[in-house]
């Protein structure tokens, strides 16, 4: 089955400045990745998602590129703000299976 | 729509018990899934439904568990009988085709097992 893996697993930013989540995964067949954001307290949010036919996909501060090759793909978020502080998870799902498969998630603070 | 309905939003329960946890997913939607979420683990996919079937169950830690799901607007996922490691959030998320599009989750249930 895919396996996700997620780097770094906390990262801490100033307000402000730019922040990078990697994930990589292992089945060639995952055609579509997901990102979510997890505020305390809450369920999963999905803040951006690119397919395997793109590979970079841009929303205002939040940005994800996408490398088929070497089956990788990051988060970038620009201009952190205090609000972006959560847990971020990545997570790949093949076309066959219908499944998510998760990463196991990055803890972004960011200090004012 | 008011989203993934999930209930209780707590749980304490002692050792032995029966646990149920319940989720409303969002109509329309014909996949279903349930994660729990511990700090060790992160985010494990225990089940997933779809049209109500359950296509994938490789997840469910052992017969203790058990899900269901009678119709397209509701799921059950039960601990029988519940054990301290048994204690996680779990999530509830559906979504319109499955994998390859956005799913959506539930608030979540804090299950704790004493």
């Known amino acids: 089955g895919e396996n996700v893996e997620q780097h770094p697993s906390t990262l801490s930013v100033q307000e402000g400045d730019s922040a990078v989540i990697k994930c990589t995964y292992s089945?060639?067949?995952?055609?579509?990745f997901p990102w979510y954001k997890q505020e305390l307290g809450k369920g999963p949010q999905l803040i951006i998602d690119?397919?395997?036919?793109?590979g970079e996909k841009k929303d205002q501060r939040i940005a994800v590129t996408l490398n088929k090759t070497a089956k990788h793909f990051s988060l970038h978020i620009t201009e952190t703000q205090p609000e972006d502080s959560a847990v971020y998870f990545c997570a790949a799902s093949p076309l066959t299976g219908n499944q998510f498969y998760f990463g196991t998630g990055t803890s972004l603070t960011v200090i004012p | 729509d008011a989203g993934v309905i999930q209930s209780p939003r707590h749980e304490v329960t002692e050792m032995g018990q029966e646990v149920t946890l319940r989720c409303k997913p969002i109509?329309?939607?014909?996949?279903l899934f349930w994660y729990r979420q511990t700090m060790m683990r992160g985010l494990e996919l225990l089940i997933y439904?779809?049209?109500?079937?359950?296509?994938?169950d490789s997840g469910m830690p052992e017969d203790r568990f058990s899900a269901k799901m009678p119709n397209a607007s509701f799921s059950t996922l039960k601990i029988q009988p519940s054990e301290p490691r048994d204690s996680a959030v779990y999530f509830c998320?559906?979504?319109?085709?499955?994998?390859?599009?956005?799913?959506?989750f539930g608030q979540g249930t804090r299950l704790t097992v004493v």
């Open positions: 109509s329309g939607h014909n996949s």
């Open positions: 998320a559906s979504s319109l085709t499955g994998g390859a599009t956005e799913a959506f």
């Open positions: 089945d060639s067949a995952s055609n579509y």
């Open positions: 439904f779809n049209n109500n079937v359950p296509i994938d």
């Open positions: 690119i397919r395997s036919n793109v």
